[in-house]
């Protein structure tokens, strides 16, 4: 399954598995750099092991290396439940305004496909799920105590918070002809 507003990129075979989950956790991520195409870059070198399945460039455009419903090499023992999303930028950024917007759709999208509650949570083994900052997760020596940073969380907390509260974001769920489902969201 994927995501229909993201630009299909794909990852090396070796950076992610083919078996199906069903997520119950959307976890953030800091990417440690600027560049979205140095992250497309390193997501498809089989040596590096790792992916996600979205990015969001600063200036919010949204790539997919994953499909949704297949297992990213994301947050080790978290990855057979959890969509992985890397924000450009650098631990102490905040999300730039197009990437809050990015952020909003694909929640709202994982949201209405997943049934992920619209709220951040900060306990990796919470029974709800919802939106999971990469740092609570216990991955041992792999662990990113500081992943994504306070800023990018803050920014989530309002998003998240904001699409639970609009009754007009609800409305706006559109399916087109052809049967895919579109969401768009006013700021």
């Not at 998003?159 to 009754?167: D, E, G, N, Y």
């Not at 002809?177 to 969401?183: F, I, P, Q, T």
Request: proline share 7%.
């Amino acid at each position: 399954m994927r995501y229909p507003r993201a630009k299909w990129v794909g990852c090396a075979p070796e950076n992610y598995s083919t078996l199906k989950i069903v997520p119950k956790f959307f976890v953030l991520h800091i990417a440690e750099g600027n560049n979205q195409s140095g992250m497309d870059a390193w997501f498809h070198d089989p040596a590096a092991q790792v992916s996600a399945h979205l990015s969001a460039s600063k200036l919010g455009f949204c790539h997919e290396y994953v499909a949704m419903d297949e297992m990213a090499y994301h947050c080790g023992p978290w990855n057979d439940r959890a969509i992985g999303m890397e924000f450009c930028g650098y631990w102490g950024d905040s999300m730039t305004w197009f990437q809050r917007r990015t952020f909003a759709r694909a929640a709202l999208w994982a949201h209405h496909e997943f049934k992920i509650p619209l709220r951040l949570t900060f306990d990796p083994n919470d029974p709800a799920g919802g939106f999971l900052p990469h740092g609570v997760i216990p991955e041992g020596a792999l662990s990113h105590p500081q992943c994504p940073g306070e800023p990018i969380l803050v920014s989530a907390n309002k998003v998240l918070h904001r699409i639970a509260k609009s009754r007009k974001t609800e409305r706006k769920l559109i399916r087109s002809a052809e049967g895919v489902l579109r969401y768009t969201i006013d700021e």
